[in-house]
């Protein structure tokens, strides 16, 4: 195969909100079926070189190690990687997806490959459940996946839309803590009580034909109340295994003073500490994250935009 003679390949990869799962009852034959969204300003910055093979920077050991496993796989000699910035790890954000897509996709694009991202976390084992990660980085927007079936591939996408471009995420991010992951994680979906299948067709429905429609209209009261109901009921059910419906009392805190300034949609991101409120406009959200910032000194907050956009793979001369 024809290898690029570009001898540099920089990747941004974005942070992404696991917003919930829809159908962890499993009895149709499909389990999990996520709901996500990419977002701007957070994510995994790094920079790749054929002709350096060292791994520098933040998180650079499971960088190396994903490294590796690409570079095996395809029968490559190693690459160096910069990396300059990563989403936070264990809060949520999609930390190890990321690093992993853009070490992969970097090398891919170093040797004139096409970067084929369900395939690169089929390598890495990443996407056992949620296929949103693979689909931010593909595609940005926001995404609804199929659930895991028998394949070992991610979950499929099955729908994709382009986030109100005016609405916004305030971000509660919780330094302090750390969320489920490995083999922690494991044990907890081993652990739980099944999910009821009653509540799995309403969660099915409550995706389908209030929160997809809502996004695609921009009618940010549907969408607000509707994910609020679907992130209450995935977080009773998680809440044996996290502490409580927030895996965060502090984050916990926060979203119910959010509550009750008359946001709906509120939630946690996959197994936390992050949470997220839905807020219907940048100034809206800057004024609440400046009161919120004020009350609880001790939590970072942050705003942040929808990403409808792919992750960037750019080569540098």
Known sequence: MHESQAPRVRVLAPARLHLGFLDMHGGLGRRFGSIGLALEGLGTRLLARRDASTVTGPDAERARRARDVVCDAWGLPPVGIEIDEVIPPHAGLGSGTQ??????????????????????????????????????????GFLLDGGKGASEAPPPMIARLAFPVAWRLILILDDSREGLSGAAEAEAFATLARFPEQEAARLCRLALMRLLP??????????????????????????????????????????????????????????????????????????????????????????????????????EA
């Open 99 to 140: 690093l992993g897509l853009a070490v992969g996709a970097a090398i891919a694009t170093l040797h004139g490959r096409p970067v084929d991202a369900a395939a690169i976390a089929l390598l890495l084992e990443r996407g056992a459940r949620s296929g949103i990660g693979v689909g931010t980085f593909a595609t940005g």
């Open 214 to 315: 809502a996004v695609a209209e921009a009618d940010l009261e549907a969408a607000g109340r509707a994910l609020g109901e679907i992130q209450r009921s995935v977080g009773d059910h998680f809440a044996p295994a996290q502490g409580g419906r927030f895996a965060s009392s502090r984050v916990a805190e926060v979203l119910a003073w959010l509550e009750a300034q008359g946001l709906a949609g509120i939630g946690q991101s996959s197994w936390g500490p992050t949470g997220f409120a839905l807020v219907g406009g940048a100034d809206e959200a800057d004024a609440l994250a400046r009161q919120a910032r004020r009350r609880f000194e001790q939590l970072r907050i942050e705003v942040a935009a929808a990403r409808n956009r792919p992750a960037l793979v750019a080569l």
